[in-house]
């Protein structure tokens, strides 16, 4: 089916277009982000940062600073060591380093904080920059992340006395026996750059302190976390914390940075005044997160008929100074290794290594990007060796609908899909036969056109048990999310979350949930654009992270909204005289079930549990609120067996297949895309206009890192860079009008049967873009296993070919 557009009066209202109620708010600058908000006496900070990528500090001087007009308060890492803790982490290891805001005794990479200052403006505050002395001893920069493995020259945390910060290596199923079996085995490495979302709005945070504690309001989407890094840093209880999101102008993983949070905490309490402090572009590329540069050695074994019998994958994360939540890249790739492919038995070993750049951490899809490439990739190098066409080789092992739930050798579940039918929709979108006559056409023109294909699961709400398995600690285990439901006494609705929206239209989809369950209309429901943890729900892991909303938070969601729909119907019984279980809740009225006229209004049973308390049943507490916290049934823990390391590392599967139709530049290496076809699937769509959206960002970001973006550094670990000159994202001009045709499968887990949709486009675009680029090139013999595809590497490619003869 193609995106529902038609939006019906009255409810059900889930699986309604809804437009986004949001929108005419932020579209007329209505809303309010950390940067709108102003305080009396309000100071502003700026940092220095390191210009050596890895350099020990010998000596700091900040007097001259201090002593500028306008300046209120500057700290440096020396200040940070005594009045602080390290940052405490997101994946608990077992060896400590210790990481503070402020670069302490050495820097790790070029633009990290090495001092901070609080000032009447920003340009005082950088202008104060500029006066703090600091003498480094520069020491030698770990660059590659072979060669911090191997000979590495010197070491980013010299307490390890290593750069491989995680090694492992886990076993599914007879892998030996599947490679000795096989008819083909296709080998090759892979490589993705580093890359970063670039959001709107940069990471921004705003610190007061007051006689009950601190105060701040902050970007930051993982507020859970934030909160507790905070309270270990700065040694105060969780209770003389209040963290307070506004809206939040993009996310997509990065926006996590405790430590930034902390600094304007140390600020604020010097200079005792509030502070902000927001970064600006440069700033936000080199050194809010990146998507980390990756290298995978694949091996795929195969029989004489196509079947893929094993997998041997040797993977390696360049973590930069990543000490927060290293292995997140690793780890998640376990959710989509096999892709939505029937493979009985893999191997996997996997390093996450320290080198001297900006941290890596969650960016759209976090490692399942490049894990979906390497495996779509393998798949077309696997069908030109076996000799069939890839669209039947990916039939052949398809996992089949009829085997879901289907648990993978991992320990994953699929929980619902036709990976068939979303192909075969797919190709029919496209007009897939035309196209192939399209390219004979082009080609007989002389033209480089290609037809590429790549089919994808998307994983849903991550088993923070994970964790576990990849460190040993055992602190943090499930996924989980809270919300609290309030009817009021005229019988309209409020709603607040501990999920942090940021531009996925919470506020619309959350109305459209409740209104279903309390039988009302969605503009009787307000929902907090925020997030304040002195108000909100919340749990460690509450936030926007993993795709989770539609199958963790929505069932607290919904748990929350029965909670008060069960009331509402016992008091309403006990006014009519009726049993709970003859009536009904619609139209803003309770009616006997079957019955043409309502039994009373809505707000006639709310005024009561909040007025006429009198009149309540017995033992019946007054109002109508209720809190819930819903811990996600799927997520288990794992065995921890020598034997046996399966697990549930995300809890559903969307799944997707896109077709992407370009067209090369022989001269210049330019790639246009001529169309983008999606067919996706993610279950039970709560609101079909948001989730197209979703598809369409999502993908747009895949396009980016296919063939724009790329975080370069040097060898000396300069970050090359460091604005949009040298940073490229695509524009409006460079993005298709994407095909979308959306399918339906529910879950069997979640409340909704939804699915998880914002990290989908992002998943397989890599290898789509890939694939086709390389079918253009398919008469020079090009194989392409590195990104981006920037204009050089293709012509270069082209060069080589031709000098090699190929070009036919």
Not at 259 to 268: D, E, K, N, R, S
Not at 609 to 617: E, F, H, I, M, S
Request: glycine content about 8%; overall charge negative.
């Amino acid at each position: 089916m193609s995106v529902k557009t038609t939006v019906s009066d009255t409810g059900p209202w889930v699986g309604q277009p809804l437009p986004r109620r949001e929108d005419a708010r932020l579209t007329a600058g209505a809303g309010t982000f950390t940067d709108d908000i102003r305080m009396p006496g309000m100071l502003h900070a700026a940092f220095l940062r390191s210009p050596h990528a890895h350099a020990r500090i010998v000596r700091i001087n900040a007097d001259k600073a201090r002593a500028l007009k306008g300046v209120h308060a500057v700290i440096t890492g020396e200040d940070v060591e005594r009045l602080t803790k390290p940052i405490s982490t997101i994946i608990p290891f077992k060896m400590f380093l210790p990481n503070y805001c402020l670069a302490v005794d050495k820097a790790r990479y070029v633009g990290e904080p090495v001092a901070a200052i609080a000032a009447v403006d920003r340009a005082t505050a950088e202008d104060a920059a500029e006066l703090i002395e600091v003498e480094y001893e520069p020491l030698p920069a770990v660059v590659d992340p072979w060669e911090a493995i191997e000979q590495p020259p010197s070491f980013v945390f010299d307490e390890i006395k290593s750069n491989v910060i995680w090694h492992d290596t886990f076993s599914y199923g007879e892998v030996d026996d599947a490679f000795s079996r096989a008819a083909h085995v296709v080998s090759d490495r892979f490589s993705v750059q580093r890359y970063i979302s670039t959001a709107l709005e940069t990471m921004g945070v705003i610190g007061k302190w007051d006689s009950s504690g601190l105060t701040l309001w902050s970007a930051d989407q993982r507020p859970g976390f934030a909160t507790h890094a905070l309270t270990t840093a700065l040694q105060i209880p969780h209770s003389q914390i209040r963290l307070v999101s506004p809206y939040i102008g993009g996310g997509f993983g990065n926006k996590r940075k405790a430590t930034y949070m902390v600094i304007v905490a140390l600020l604020a309490r010097e200079a005792d005044r509030p502070v902000k402090y927001l970064e600006d572009r440069q700033e936000n590329l080199l050194g809010l997160v990146h998507a980390s540069n990756q290298v995978m050695d694949l091996e795929m074994a195969l029989d004489a008929d196509g079947k893929i019998l094993g997998l041997k994958l040797r993977d390696v994360v360049d973590e930069g100074s990543n000490v927060i939540n290293p292995t997140l890249h690793s780890m998640l790739k376990f959710t989509n290794m096999l892709n939505n492919y029937t493979i009985p038995a893999v191997r996997f070993e996997g390093y996450a290594v320290l080198t001297n750049k900006c941290h890596s951490g969650a960016n759209r899809g976090i490692g399942k990007p490049f894990m979906c490439f390497v495996i779509e990739r393998a798949v077309e190098m696997a069908a030109k060796k076996v000799g069939i066409d890839s669209l039947e080789l990916r039939r052949r092992n398809f996992i089949p609908a009829s085997a879901m739930p289907y648990e993978s050798p991992m320990g994953n579940v699929y929980d619902s899909g036709d990976f068939l039918a979303t192909l075969d929709t797919a190709l029919k979108t496209a007009n897939y036969d035309d196209l192939l006559k399209q390219q004979e056409e082009a080609r007989r023109a002389g033209r480089y056109f290609g037809i590429g294909i790549a089919t994808a699961v998307e994983p849903n709400s991550l088993n923070l048990s994970a964790y576990t398995l990849m460190t040993g600690r055992t602190d943090t285990s499930g996924v989980g999310e809270g919300a609290l439901v309030r009817m009021e006494g005229d019988g309209s609705v409020r709603v607040s979350l501990g999920n942090t929206a940021s531009g996925q239209g919470y506020e619309t989809v959350v109305a459209q949930i409740v209104a279903d369950e309390l039988g009302i209309h969605p503009h009787r429901v307000t929902v907090a654009p925020g997030f304040d943890s002195a108000v909100n729900p919340w749990l460690h892991c509450s936030g926007s992270f993993a795709n989770k909303f539609s199958g963790t938070d929505v069932g607290a969601i919904i748990e929350a909204a029965r909670t008060i729909r069960a009331k509402i119907l016992r008091i309403a019984a006990h006014l009519t005289g009726r049993k709970a279980e003859e009536l009904t809740i619609r139209e803003a009225a309770i009616w006997v079930h079957g019955a043409n006229e309502p039994l009373l209004p809505l707000a006639k049973v709310a005024m009561t549990a909040y007025r006429d308390l009198l009149r309540l049943p017995e033992g019946e507490m007054p109002g109508l609120e209720a809190r819930h916290f819903y811990v996600d049934p799927q997520s288990n823990l794992p065995a921890m067996s020598k034997d046996d390391k399966r697990l549930r590392f995300q809890l559903t599967f969307s799944n997707s297949a896109h077709i992407a139709v370009t067209e090369v530049n022989p001269d210049t290496g330019a790639v246009k895309i001529h169309r983008y076809i999606i067919a996706h699937d993610c279950g039970r769509e709560i609101n079909p206009m948001l989730v197209e959206g979703m598809v369409h960002g999502a993908t747009t970001h895949g396009i980016g890192g296919a063939l724009y973006e790329d975080l370069i550094y040097d060898e000396n670990g300069q970050m090359l860079a460091g604005s949009f000159m040298d940073y490229l994202k695509p524009t409006a001009l460079d993005v298709p009008e994407f095909e979308v045709v959306a399918l339906e499968t529910p879950s069997p887990f979640t409340p909704l049967g939804a699915k998880g949709v914002g990290e989908g486009g992002s998943i397989p675009s890599l290898a789509a873009i890939t694939n086709s680029v390389e079918d253009a090139l398919k008469p020079l013999g090009v194989t392409l296993t590195e990104l981006p595809l920037t204009p050089n590497k293709i012509w270069d490619a082209i060069q080589k070919a031709r000098a090699e003869g190929k070009d036919t």
